[in-house]
Each structure stands twice: as C-alpha cells, then as structure tokens.
Nanobody, 121 residues
C-alpha cells in the first residue's frame, strides 16, 4: 500500500485547507484510515479516523467542530477539511492506513510522506 498526501500549505489563522491522501497498491486490504500530525518538538498525535465504510468518524478534542474527515472509496482517497485554522494546528500532517493480509488477518500500518501545514497568526 502506498499513500500520497497533498494539499498542505501556508494559511492565515481562521482560514481553511483541504488535505487529500490517495492510496494505491493493495487497497482492497485497507480498513480504517486516519490523519495524524506532528508539530516540531512534539510527539505525533492522532487527529481523525474514519472507518472503511466511511460511516463512523472520530476526532481529537482539539479539532472537533473544525475538522472533517471523509472518504471516497471509489477514488481510494481520504480527505481532511480543516476550517477555522489556528497557529497551534501548524504541523506535518500524515495519512495512515491499517490493512489486513492473509488468513491470520495480520495487521500492517502504512504511512504517507507527510504534508506541511503552517498557520500564521
């Protein structure tokens, strides 16, 4: 499984950005997908998760009501719509996919290369 993010950039506080993550390869094995972020000097943190059907989503408290994760399985792509951005949202955002292979349903995690989001005050 390969994941490629796009859509990052520089935006003023209060602005919006939409991130995309396109999956390729053995996408049939992908289950949940997520967005993580890592700010300088901080640990990587989970931002949002979406189930394989797209019906269930979950968010970090810090982004609830501002960010929306969505999924287009036909395009093998997930999105993160980020509104009302704050300087503290500045980070590298990573796409994550969990996939299961084999009769034992062994779990694998895949990561994109990351995309920089910078919010200026």
């Amino acid at each position: 499984v390969q994941l490629v993010e796009s859509g990052g950039g520089l935006v003023q506080a209060g602005g919006s950005l939409r991130l995309s993550c396109a999956a390729s390869g053995s996408t049939y094995a992908i289950n949940d997908m997520s967005w993580y972020r890592q700010a300088p000097g901080k640990q990587r943190e989970l931002v949002a998760t979406i189930t394989s059907s797209g019906r269930i989503t979950d968010y970090a408290d810090s982004v609830k009501g501002r960010f929306t994760i969505s999924r287009d399985n036909a395009k093998k792509t997930i999105y993160l719509q980020m509104n009302s951005l704050k300087p503290e949202d500045t980070a590298v955002y990573y796409c994550n996919a969990e996939a299961f292979f084999g009769n034992d349903h062994e779990r694998y995690d895949y990561w994109g290369q990351g995309t920089q989001v910078t919010v200026s005050s």
